[in-house]
């Protein structure tokens, strides 16, 4: 007889299978070599139960332990990130399984794949990931029963019952999770989010993507080829026309000659700032420079959530007021998270698309700021911009001038030549072929060159419109643009892609490009190609529909939950969430205690009841109804002498009902008792 | 301090249990009965809860969150499981074999079922003895085995039973400790030590010595304080060979007596266990034998109802209240 202290076979498979697929949904982080350790940790421990291959002894275990630590350290050079930790933390469940003896060290190998397959979230929040670890949990439950179940060997009475049960804990764990899902579901509803008590390490080594604080003529053909998410909007109203989708993120005022870059926080310093400071968070005073801003009409209000860019900068159509705590109006105009955004976001925004900004008068320091070129470079684009600048009549003739220019000879496309070190000129004079970074970065700099204040700015343009009424942008909606001052009128947008592709605008990338120029190329899988077969289309947008209302719903919910649980409970305060809590988490516990227990009410006797019932029911439909105060003697006696065909098996069954009911038989015989009587009809 | 501060709470709460409880020979489970708290893996499992926790809220990321919630309500509904794993059960005392003093004894304990239902991992023990597991699969009622030790002749209740499950998580402890109202029969620990109780005499029939004879010298015994001096070997004791008590037999017909006044110098425990090594030698044979103890006497007889009725008055001679096995030695052990 094994000792019940010991981790029998039954657990131990289930206990190897809930680590392999923790350790698998980690591999995609982890360094390869960690994974091949807990592979061979399986094939030990398997080797060990059958005996084939020795425990580790202390030795072997604590160098294992010091390796584990040392390649770690190799490979991240530091072990405190969030990669490293959970590497640590996965070697240790891999020692911890592979020198597990008692039942105790199996619990604590349980713990820690429960804590292992929770922190994965950290790195993945999609929804196909989190029903990956619904699966893990329930492997791990599994285990956990598995470990509490008795053994084959233990059992004394019947061998064979164990052997045949195998899949006893999953199942066991199955309905526990089943059951549990009610429960979780309020607790994730009600439960108040506290925020982040600490600063914890984030992730380090996730590649950053969309659109970056420099730009480069080049940069945006490389956008245009993927067509990953980068963000979703959801209007209050109706989604605005197409043309009016810009999506600001950052303004580009600095020029090397090369590439342009923003004037962030530290071109400010050491400047007039006699209004203000940089950022206007949400909720706190305004800043005096607000007052640029004229906001003419009525706002619109939306919602984005934003896939992760490990970058701080959100997306919002000019002229935005952030209404999400942890959101900054900057003094350009557009948005700033206060931390990268390394997990789906959401904020909301209010938008007044009818503005005016800096409309009368532009300080000298901006004024240095927009009209600044390098010297040295472009000279013909210089020369090319004073003789316009003398041969118009005012800055928007000039503009249109240069617009003309686009429209008459240049060709849009996502292949544009190389450019050397006069990138402008080459531009503009010789190749003439480019995307909207050539485009916005020449039109700027023609700008500036007249003497007219201009900037880039970087973002998106457009969307794709779900037929659920929101609107997905991805990456290749990525877009520059230009922005102009004119007295009194402030700063207007230009677009020079417009003039030379207007179909850019008005439809979308793929319509302006027309076919072989690489759009999408660096998603070869993506349902976007496959948008012209209509089923693999409404199955595209059905899938989106689902990600974006996990995304809004489930991993946007802090966002949502205050006015949510106002609207249900009538007030937010801790006392009505802890009644609310404790009422509908008790109403939930005591049905489910009514069902566990449901056995209790019903008896062996009850059972025998309906059985009679059935019974007396099946002889009234053959026209022999049982009459009041006729016991099931007399009556089975009656039915008899009325129809001798039945008489055998009635007396049989009214025989074995009356063992059951006087005698001390089982409940084996009910069987027999349901399947006489179904004979009877 | 402290220790006694957890003693003196444990000690109330096995007072408050024990009236909850009284003595019965059978008991259905149910809420009332039965005791739920978590165990060290639910201690354990609770710290694992906090600990996604801070994770979700420092991470602010709402599918830890959702797992915590998860593991919380998951231990909730392991509470129901565990208790339903123990509810509805009846714990009856079927009966006990009895036993000698100082070896193992074996109560019979019957779980009993209305509904036949999968009751995993069940352990039923006796303060400080070893559990026995065992698992109720589809039958209606079995029976179980549980040893103990039986510490000395009379009639023993060896108290509260406790029957408990961490099934099925591991996370919670469900308990009840019931007194099912067990006697046990325990007869004296037989002792054999003594050559002049079983002699052979010279027709090779095995008969039993009753009492200091005179008649044959059966051999020397080593001088015990109270034994005659008119017995004393002084032939032996000149001989500074050391004191010894001459012995003789009497040698009777062929019905033997289990005689309490054989051993004058003993105490009555150490009488009654010689009486009761005495009775197993002579039942192996096919001699007739009594029992004679101050104000009893079982004429001799020689079948199995005779030897369990010699046994029997061996086990109970001069115990208090004999009728009934109302023992209140447990109060104050902890739950």
């Known amino acids: ?681 | 301090m402290v220790e006694r501060l957890g003693q003196f709470f444990r000690d109330r709460f096995s007072h408050w249990v024990y009236r909850r409880l009284p003595p019965s020979r059978s008991v259905s489970l149910n809420n009332r009965s039965l005791f739920i708290f978590p165990s060290k893996a639910g201690f354990g499992f609770l710290l694992l809860i906090l600990l996604c926790w801070l994770v979700a809220t420092n991470y602010e990321n709402n599918v830890v969150f959702a797992i915590t919630c998860l593991l919380v309500s998951v231990f909730m509904v392991a509470i129901l499981h565990s208790f339903s794993n123990l509810s509805g059960l009846t714990l009856s005392f079927a009966r006990a074999t009895p036993a000698f003093a100082k070896e193992q004894l074996v109560v019979d304990v019957v779980l009993h079922q209305e509904q036949p239902r999968y009751r995993e991992t069940l352990s039923l023990s006796f303060v400080g003895e070893d559990a026995v597991i065992t698992t109720l699969g589809d039958h209606e009622e079995i029976r179980i085995k549980v040893p103990l030790y039986a510490p000395r002749r009379g009639l023993y209740n060896p108290g509260r039973l406790t029957l408990e499950s961490v099934y099925p998580l591991g996370l919670l402890r469900v308990w009840t400790k019931v007194d099912l109202d067990i006697s046990c029969l325990i007869y004296p620990q037989p002792v054999f030590d003594s050559p002049k109780t079983f002699v052979a005499n010279s027709r090779g029939e095995g008969l039993l010595q009753v009492g200091d004879g005179s008649e044959d010298f059966v051999g020397l015994n080593e001088y015990q304080t109270g034994d005659s001096l008119k017995k004393v070997a002084w032939k032996q004791y000149a001989k500074e060979q050391g004191m010894y008590t001459k012995h003789y037999a009497d040698y009777q017909d062929e019905r033997i007596w289990l005689d309490w006044d054989d051993y004058p110098a003993l105490d009555r425990e150490a009488r009654l266990s010689r009486l009761c090594g005495g009775l197993l030698q002579v039942s192996g044979t096919d001699k007739a034998y009594g029992l004679r103890l101050p104000g009893i006497e079982i004429l001799p007889d020689n079948n199995e109802a005779h030897r369990l009725k010699v046994l029997r008055e061996l086990a109970l001679f001069e115990v208090p209240n004999r009728g009934q096995a109302g023992d209140e030695k447990v109060r104050g052990q902890s739950v």
């Open chain 1, 1 to 681: 007889m094994i000792p019940a202290w010991q981790i029998h076979r039954n657990a131990l498979v289930w206990l190897l299978l809930a680590f392999a697929a923790v350790i698998l949904i980690h591999s995609a982080h982890l360094p390869n070599w960690i994974t091949l350790a807990a592979l061979v940790a399986v094939i030990w421990r398997v080797q060990r139960y059958r005996g084939v291959w020795p425990t580790p002894s202390r030795w072997v275990k604590l160098s294992l332990l010091a390796m584990c630590v040392a390649g770690l350290f190799l490979e991240y050079g530091k072990l405190t990130g969030l990669e490293p930790m959970v590497a640590l933390l996965v070697s240790a469940y891999t020692l911890k399984l592979l020198e597990m003896e008692h039942r105790r060290d199996a619990l604590l190998v349980v713990f820690l794949a429960f804590f292992i397959a929770a922190v994965q979230a950290l790195f993945d929040q999609s929804i196909g990931n989190a029903i990956y670890i619904l699966g893990c949990i329930l492997l791990i439950i599994a285990a956990l029963v598995g470990l509490h179940q008795g053994d084959v060997l233990l059992s004394t009475q019947s061998q064979a019952l164990f052997k045949s049960h195998a899949l006893r804990p999953l199942k066991k764990g199955l309905v526990i999770l089943l059951q549990a899902i009610p429960l979780m579901i309020l607790l994730f509803i009600i439960m108040p989010r506290l925020g982040s008590l600490w600063a914890v390490p984030i992730q380090s080594h996730s590649a950053k993507t969309g659109v970056t604080d420099t730009m480069s003529p080049g940069d945006y053909s490389r956008l245009g080829r993927s067509a990953d998410l980068a963000f979703r909007v959801s209007f209050d109203g109706e989604i605005p026309r197409q043309h009016q989708l810009y999506w600001r993120g950052l303004v580009l005022s600095d020029f090397d000659g090369r590439q342009w870059s923003r004037s962030g926080l530290d071109s400010y310093s050491g400047r007039d700032l006699n209004d203000g400071g940089f950022l206007q968070w949400f909720g706190k005073s305004i800043q005096p420079w607000d007052s640029l801003i004229e906001r003419l009409g009525q706002p619109i209000r939306y919602s984005v959530v934003m896939e992760p860019s490990q970058q701080p900068w959100l997306y919002s159509l000019p002229t935005p007021v952030p209404q999400s705590t942890g959101v900054a109006l900057t003094r350009d105009f557009w948005l700033l998270s206060s931390a990268p955004v390394t997990a789906k976001t959401q904020y909301e925004v209010d938008s007044w698309l009818d503005y005016k900004v800096a409309a009368n008068d532009l300080s000298n320091y901006r004024q240095s700021i927009e009209l600044e070129i390098p010297p040295g470079y472009n000279p013909r684009t210089v020369e090319l911009a004073q003789r316009w600048r003398r041969e118009t009549s005012n800055d928007k003739a000039l503009i249109r001038k240069v617009l003309g220019l686009y429209n008459e000879q240049f060709v849009y496309t996502l292949q544009p030549p190389l450019l050397g070190k006069h990138s402008v000129d080459e531009f503009l004079f010789d190749t003439q072929r480019g995307f909207c970074g050539h485009f916005s970065s020449s039109f700027v700099f023609f700008m500036r060159a007249a003497g007219v204040p201009a900037r880039v700015v970087a973002g998106y343009q457009g969307g794709e419109r779900h037929p659920d009424n929101y609107l997905l942008v991805r990456q290749y909606d990525a877009h520059a643009w230009a922005e102009v001052w004119i007295a009194g009128e402030g700063w207007i947008r230009v677009d020079p892609t417009a003039a030379v592709a207007p179909e850019r605008i008005e439809a979308n990338l793929e319509e302006a490009l027309g076919d072989n120029e690489g759009f999408l190329a660096d998603s070869p899988l993506s349902l976007m190609h496959f948008r012209h077969i209509n089923w693999l289309n409404s199955l595209r947008l059905k899938l989106d529909s689902l990600n974006y209302s996990w995304a809004r719903w489930v991993l946007g919910y802090d966002s949502i939950q205050e006015d949510l649980l106002e609207k249900w409970l009538g007030a937010y305060n801790p006392l009505r969430i802890a009644l609310a809590l404790l009422i509908a988490g008790g109403g939930l516990l005591g049905l489910l205690a009514l069902w566990q227990l449901r056995h209790r009410f019903s008896s062996k006797h009850d059972e025998l009841d309906r059985v009679f019932l059935r019974l007396c029911q099946t002889l009234e439909k053959a026209g022999i109804p049982r009459e009041t105060g006729e016991g099931p003697r007399a009556y089975a006696q009656r039915v008899a002498e009325q129809r001798p065909d039945l008489a055998r098996q009635v007396k049989g069954i009214n025989a074995v009902y009356e063992h059951m009911r006087y005698g001390s038989e089982g409940q084996e015989r009910l069987k027999v008792l349901k399947n006489a009587i179904r004979r009877l009809k």
